[in-house]
């Protein structure tokens, strides 16, 4: 539209046409965007700024000192809430043997050097840069990635502290990150029948598979406490089909996070499909051709062509699922019963459930805001296109 | 605990929010603040050191305009019962009710102190202080209240501030104790307590409130194996009991947030005891799934817990005389007997009720009739907690244990 405007108009200096297409397309630029970045600004960057204030006793939600004794809320600028998150410290347990105790800021530095390591590694290193970026992988899953079974998690290590909100952290890190590497290894192999194995009316499958959003989120949870429960339509077959005794059900299928694990899944499979679809659709059919005409194996072409090609998009398919699960509050409150209990409803819980702290709310969401920040803005770099091949 | 002499503050969030009630709450603060701003509010009486003050309205004089509630789903237009007083009196068309839905306590104490306005709020007797505390509200004229005495003192009084004014109109009050399949959970009712929670033969079997403050009081009894105050403990108390409900969380199933799942939670046998109100003893009861069931509502030896919810003015409603009107009718007899018919709660409000009750079943499943059932040991109301902060921090700590 631009162009036909300058077009239309008399002639002029080239010089000057052009810094009016430049003034117009700035001024389009900025029409275009500000909506969207007043919204951000308003109601993303204000509140952060605020709960930042709560979070350091800057702001309380008592507006009285006789208020402010009942909610024992800090009087002004003080780091204490933070400490007294924070100081418990980290345990960790390998198999299950208690392994060693660290200051809270270590593990940080830990965690922020590995997920370093898997982002750039290959950068690092020609020769070992895989190798880093693989290590780093494993050992940022190795204390979160577990196998839900029956009432427990099977795991390798743990993060655990003495701290009640820093351990539920843990939890609900553990829980959100379960769900989303189980929820990619569910998706891909969808996906990648989709994007390969279908030739005609793809995009039809596709809709099929997303169709469960076309119901209401809670409906569908609701749906799940129906199947679960103990005299649930799961339990009910199995009483009926005599495999278990009706005053023994199977309980670990509803209230545990087990049960919250699976919802989650169910939740978010069909969404990350498209993700991981949309990365194997970008594979260049002719370079997979060439891997087999050159001897690759179809297991060596898949590790050493479509992987790294998709790895972008199986990446954000892993956030997708990460992001929104680590902060959970209704899944859990809805099924998680006192096993599933998650960080997210510690949150709810201080800021409009009995506990009313907004200050103790603040610090555990600005903290959860942090981790989710530094592992998006860390990830960004190795979404951008080719992010997965080696350097 | 001096409620009486606070400043009010106006600052970052709830200034950002649009506080714009905020300045005209002051008046009810009868606060020191440095010139914050402050409408006239009526005499409040706010200094303890003066002869009680009385407080009057003239709903004549009030402007015509919609007065709303910030009301527990289901008090609502859905239950015309309950205003019909209000609705077809003088002012039922001029200045008509209008209903938005509340949460819980907290979470309407957090949206009125942020600035959201309605006339009246429907809070837990418990809370009433902290809306004081924060200039939110305003005490009532009680001439504008005939049936306010017929309230038993004991359930009032709470209500009733140091200045001798009354905040707080008693509405609804209940119990709070655990009903339980007797078929499943085989004991006595001379043996009943609060201690089936350390049961292991109840592994993951159990239910209870979410709220960290009933979690507390629970422990409490727990370990006091006998009736003691649970609103008066001390930080010894709250630590103990914190450190037992730990210990019977194997035995939690799940701390509920909603009502109506736990009651489904019992009734489809995903639970063989839980904390409940009596709406839900009442279903249970009568549902098709526990016909035959022995379902019973536990008199624990420590003595049940039990609510009391009722009204607030706010401190800047330029109507308060009519929305005392629309309280009143709340109050009457008939809406008390109907709020037991209806919901199976018991009513504040008790002179004259029990002949109005149409199910007469409900009194006597719910002692209506019985004085000492609402009265300690047999049963704590909640009251205002000064140390309240204590037991939601440990409270919040089981929870996440």
């Known amino acids: ?391 | 605990m001096d409620l009486e002499h606070s400043r009010l503050t106006r600052r970052g969030f709830v200034a950002l929010t649009g506080a714009t009630s905020l300045s005209a709450l002051l008046a009810a603060c009868g606060g020191d603040d440095g010139g914050d701003g402050g409408a006239a509010a009526p005499e409040t009486g706010a200094s303890t050191d003066e002869a009680p003050a009385t407080v009057s309205f003239d709903p004549a004089s009030e402007p015509d305009g919609p007065i709303t509630f910030f009301e527990w789903a289901g008090y609502d237009k859905t239950s015309p019962w309950m205003w019909e007083g209000y609705t077809k009196g003088e002012y039922g068309q001029r200045s008509p009710l209008k209903f938005d839905f509340l949460e819980n306590d907290i979470q309407a104490l957090a949206k009125v102190a942020s600035g959201y306005s309605p006339d009246v709020i429907h809070p837990c007797i418990a809370y009433w202080p902290d809306f004081h505390a924060a200039g939110l509200v305003q005490p009532f004229d009680t001439a504008l209240l005939p049936d306010y005495e017929g309230i038993p003192e004991a359930i009032r009084e709470p209500g009733v501030g140091e200045d001798g004014l009354v905040y707080h109109v008693p509405f609804d009050i209940g119990f709070s104790a655990f009903v339980y399949r007797a078929d499943k959970i085989p004991i006595a009712p001379e043996e009943e307590s609060w201690n089936i929670l350390l049961d292991s033969a109840y592994e993951g079997k159990l239910a209870t409130f979410s709220d960290p403050i009933t979690i507390i009081k629970i422990g409490a009894l727990i370990n006091a194996g006998e009736p003691i105050d649970p609103n008066k403990l001390t930080s010894d108390q709250i630590e103990a009991a914190k450190e037992t409900m730990i210990q019977a969380k194997p035995q939690i199933r799940n701390f509920w947030d909603n009502n109506q799942g736990n009651i489904d939670d019992f009734i489809n046998g995903n639970l063989w005891g839980t904390y409940m109100w009596p709406d839900g003893y009442l279903q249970a009861i009568r549902h098709e799934k526990l016909k035959g069931v022995d379902v019973r509502y536990m008199w624990p030896k420590e003595g049940r817990l039990a609510w009391v919810c009722g009204f607030v003015l706010h401190a800047a409603t330029e109507q308060p005389g009519r929305s005392t009107l629309a309280v009143a009718a709340a109050n009457t007899p008939n809406a008390a007997a109907s709020l037991t018919d209806v919901f199976a709660y018991g009513a504040a409000q008790q002179e004259g009720v029990l002949e109005l009750i149409k199910d007469k079943e409900l009194i006597s499943i719910f002692s209506l009739d019985d004085p000492s059932a609402f009265e300690p040991p047999r049963a704590w109301f909640e009251q205002p907690l000064p140390n309240r902060q204590e037991y939601a921090e440990a409270g919040e700590a089981v929870k996440a244990a």
């Open chain 1, 1 to 391: 539209m631009a162009q036909r405007a300058t077009m239309a108009a008399p002639p002029i200096p080239i010089e000057e046409r052009a810094w009016a297409r430049r003034a117009q397309d700035r001024f389009a630029t900025y029409a275009l965007t500000t909506p969207a970045l007043a919204l951000l600004l308003v109601f993303f960057l204000v509140p952060i700024y605020f709960v930042v204030r709560y979070s350091i006793g800057l702001e309380r939600f008592a507006q009285t000192e006789a208020a402010a004794s009942l909610t024992g809320e800090l009087p002004g600028y003080s780091l204490e809430l933070w400490r007294e998150f924070l100081d418990p410290g980290v345990d960790l347990e390998v198999l299950g043997i208690a392994s060693g105790h660290m200051p809270a800021w270590v593990v940080g530095v830990v965690f922020a050097a590995l997920v370093f390591g898997a982002v750039v590694g290959p950068r690092l290193s020609a020769r070992y840069g895989g190798w880093i970026r693989a290590g780093s992988f494993l050992l940022l899953l190795a204390p979160f990635l577990t196998i839900p079974a029956g009432n427990n998690l099977l795991r390798v290590a743990e993060l655990s502290s003495e701290g009640d909100f820093l351990r539920l952290f843990f939890r609900s890190v553990t829980m959100a990150t379960t769900s989303a590497v189980w929820a990619v290894i569910i998706a891909f192999p969808i996906a990648y029948f989709l994007a390969f194995g279908i030739k005609k009316s793809k995009y039809i499958w596709l809709l099929v598979v997303i169709a469960p959003f076309l119901t209401s989120y809670l409906l569908r949870i609701f749906a799940w406490k129906i199947i679960l429960g103990d005299q649930g339509l799961f339990n009910s077959a199995l009483f009926e089909l005599g495999l278990r005794n009706p005053d023994d059900p199977v309980s670990f299928l509803i209230y545990s996070q087990f049960t919250v694990i699976l919802v989650l899944l169910y939740a978010w499979v069909p969404f990350i499909i498209l993700p991981i679809f949309i990365a194997l659709e970008s594979v260049d059919r002719r370079l997979l051709e060439a891997a087999t005409d050159m001897g690759a194996s179809r297991l060596q072409a898949m590790r050493k062509v479509t992987l790294p090609i998709a790895a972008p998009g199986i990446v954000a398919a892993f956030l997708f699922v990460f992001i929104p699960s680590i902060g959970e509050y209704i899944t859990p409150a809805l099924v998680g019963g006192t096993n599933g209990y998650m960080f997210g409803q510690a949150i709810a819980s201080q800021f409009v459930g009995g506990a009313l702290n907004w200050q103790t709310g603040s610090v555990l969401s600005i903290f959860l805001l942090g981790v989710v920040l530094f592992l998006a803005l860390s990830t960004s770099r190795f979404l951008r296109a080719g992010g997965g091949a080696p350097a």
